[in-house]
């Protein structure tokens, strides 16, 4: 009997040490946000930049590596425009602050946007060009980042 209790504690012992050895075998795990935008709508793009600020500052505050990736196509490509964006100046701060935020631009939606106004596409500075929205979000969640559309 005094074995079995003796077994059972040395068992609920070591699945202690592993439930309190969790946080610290999180560290040197980086996480990774793709925020998808396609609505041209200046209140959701501050939602999208909310979201993507009060996650970095989180994970900063727990000394945790967070990358964020904004995906805009569509409507959701004027975010990114030099021309129309109504949120480049808050996104050129942010950029500056967080050197693993990454704003990517669909190419299909250029060529298209391009197409219809006769004239090519300008994107801010911050922003890269990706061959399709669509399949950037999918490449990224494929390789485990996790997914968030406001």
């Known amino acids: 009997m005094k074995r079995g209790i003796f077994a059972a504690f040395i068992v609920l012992t070591g699945l202690f040490a592993v439930a309190v050895g969790q946080p610290a075998m999180a560290e040197g795990k980086t996480h990774h946000l793709a925020i998808h935008v396609d609505e041209n709508d ?22 945790e590596a967070v990358e964020v990736e904004i995906v805009a196509h569509g409507p959701g490509l004027h ?21 693993n935020m990454k704003f990517s ?21 911050e922003a890269r060009e990706v061959p399709a929205g669509v399949v950037r979000l999918i490449e990224l969640q494929e390789q485990g980042w996790s997914y968030v559309k406001p």
Do not use: F
């Open 42 to 63: 200046k209140t959701k793009m501050n939602i999208v930049l909310n979201n993507a600020s009060n996650l970095i500052k989180y994970y900063q505050e727990k000394g």
């Open 79 to 99: 975010m990114l425009r030099e021309d129309t964006s109504p949120v480049k100046t808050r996104i050129a701060a942010m950029a500056l602050e967080n050197e």
């Open 105 to 125: 631009a669909c190419g299909n939606t250029m060529k298209g946007m391009a197409k219809k106004e006769g004239k090519p596409v300008q994107l801010i500075s």
